[in-house]
């Protein structure tokens, strides 16, 4: 916690993690800043009544979980890079053929689109995982382009897109960044991802369905007449909120999307499925389980949404695989699963205690329907 005040004019130059020092520099303010700050920042919880010192505690304990989700997503990432790296050396581009740049690159746009996301929110640990996966998933990128498994055009225009976009989020974050600019990213990422979502959605099931990028296109016009439509002020105060909402879910979708794709292929070739690494589905299961806490807290159903759906469909359910497949042991199967379900439920009955609740579902609760006697965000 910071011990002086913050002028007016150095909060969105050094945004501050904690809680406790938004609530104190808000009543140091007045009204006028309170309502800017309300906008953009986690919304305090009641001003009376609630056990601060545990509020205090657990906001700092959840966002040192959220920062520590950066150690197993990069174990993630690391053998893919270092075995790119190895074939590269060695002559070998033919392997780098088998990683597909179209997936690598819909995994960055998620990236993208969640980084903007967390960016907005102010939320410091969160905007590191996503940096992570973007830088991660570009160094692949680059890896194939120089294997000449990419399009040339196509990694440029990436590359275009990761510098502009890295750029824009952590100028916004820092407060330099003017609104009409931020605005136009938003509306790219919100066209962007609407047009991925259902391509990938059909494209799982092919050939049971047939190839077709009409779903692509088709979302593609929906995704611009909606932002057109906010543009031009046509649209109501739910709908405009809608659309800004559209990024970020499309992102968390994408991600959400990739357990059922991996479940689709076990189920279709469940002879291969002795290919899937055991360790790398405990990685996911980690990295996803320890923001949950975090999303929880804070009280941001989207974020606990996609954490704990990919905690538990693409971690633990391979896991499960794995193990209905007679290629893991018992007991390590045991332990992943005490371990998620212990997790989860300390993660819930700290919650309820930090606000001083009778019981866990309340927090629950909150988080699906949000906060009694708060403001809409």
Known sequence: LWPWPCPPSSFFLTPPTSLHHRWHCQRQRGPSSSRALHSSDHLPPHSQGLPKKDLEQWDSITAKFSAAANIPFLLLQLPQIILNARNLLSGNKSALLAIPWLGMLTGLLGNLSLLSYFAKKREKEAMLVQTLGVISTFVVICQLAAAEAMPLPHFLATSAVVAIGLTLNFMNYFGILSAPIWRRWEDFITIGGLSVLPQVMWSTFVPYLPNSIFPGIAAFVVAVAAVLMERMGKLSEKGVRFVRSISGWTATLLFMWMPVSQMWTNFLHPENIKGLSASTMLLAMIG??????????????????????????????????????????????LAATGGLLSWIGMAFWRDSVAYGHFSPLRSLKELIFGRPGLADR
């Open 288 to 333: 996803n389980g320890l923001m949950i806490p975090r999303a929880l807290f804070i009280r941001d159903f989207m974020w606990f949404t996609g954490s704990a759906w990919a905690a538990f469909l693409y971690g633990y359910a391979n896991i499960l695989c794995l193990y209905c497949f007679n290629c893991i042991s018992r007991e390590f199967f």
